[in-house]
Protein backbone atom coordinates (compact mmCIF):
# COMPACT_ATOMS: atom_id res chain seq x y z
CA UNK A 1 0.00 0.00 0.00
CA UNK A 2 1.68 3.00 -0.94
CA UNK A 3 -0.61 5.36 -2.28
CA UNK A 4 -2.95 7.06 0.61
CA UNK A 5 -5.77 8.16 -1.02
CA UNK A 6 -6.81 4.19 -1.60
CA UNK A 7 -7.65 4.54 2.70
CA UNK A 8 -10.36 6.97 1.34
CA UNK A 9 -12.47 4.23 -0.59
CA UNK A 10 -11.85 1.78 1.44
CA UNK A 11 -14.82 -0.23 3.58
CA UNK A 12 -14.62 0.52 7.02
CA UNK A 13 -13.94 -1.86 9.40
CA UNK A 14 -15.02 -2.02 13.28
CA UNK A 15 -12.53 -3.41 15.56
CA UNK A 16 -12.55 -1.02 18.66
CA UNK A 17 -13.01 1.51 15.69
CA UNK A 18 -14.22 1.87 12.57
CA UNK A 19 -11.01 1.75 10.25
CA UNK A 20 -10.22 1.42 6.55
CA UNK A 21 -10.34 -2.82 5.51
CA UNK A 22 -7.08 -1.54 3.14
CA UNK A 23 -4.99 -0.59 6.56
CA UNK A 24 -5.92 -3.25 8.44
CA UNK A 25 -4.89 -5.86 5.54
CA UNK A 26 -1.47 -3.68 5.16
CA UNK A 27 -0.69 -4.29 8.93
CA UNK A 28 -2.09 -8.02 8.96
CA UNK A 29 0.90 -8.37 5.36
CA UNK A 30 3.40 -6.59 7.05
CA UNK A 31 2.79 -8.39 10.25
CA UNK A 32 3.42 -11.39 8.38
CA UNK A 33 6.39 -10.27 6.03
CA UNK A 34 8.09 -9.32 9.40
CA UNK A 35 7.75 -12.66 11.89
CA UNK A 36 5.77 -15.38 9.77
CA UNK A 37 6.12 -17.43 12.81
CA UNK A 38 4.21 -15.42 14.92
CA UNK A 39 1.09 -15.78 13.57
CA UNK A 40 -0.80 -13.36 16.11
CA UNK A 41 0.97 -10.64 15.47
CA UNK A 42 -0.98 -8.80 13.38
CA UNK A 43 -3.82 -8.67 16.41
CA UNK A 44 -1.31 -7.46 18.50
CA UNK A 45 0.10 -4.73 16.28
CA UNK A 46 -3.73 -4.08 15.90
CA UNK A 47 -4.85 -3.61 19.52
CA UNK A 48 -1.29 -1.25 19.69
CA UNK A 49 -2.56 0.94 17.41
CA UNK A 50 -6.07 1.28 18.43
CA UNK A 51 -5.30 1.80 21.85
CA UNK A 52 -2.63 4.67 20.17
CA UNK A 53 -5.27 6.00 18.19
CA UNK A 54 -7.99 5.78 21.56
CA UNK A 55 -5.63 7.81 23.48
CA UNK A 56 -4.77 10.32 20.96
CA UNK A 57 -8.38 11.22 20.59
CA UNK A 58 -8.88 11.23 24.44
Do not use: F, H, W
Amino acid sequence: MTDLSDLNCSPMIRVSLALPQKLLRALDDQATKDDASAPNRSSVIRRYLIGGLRREAA
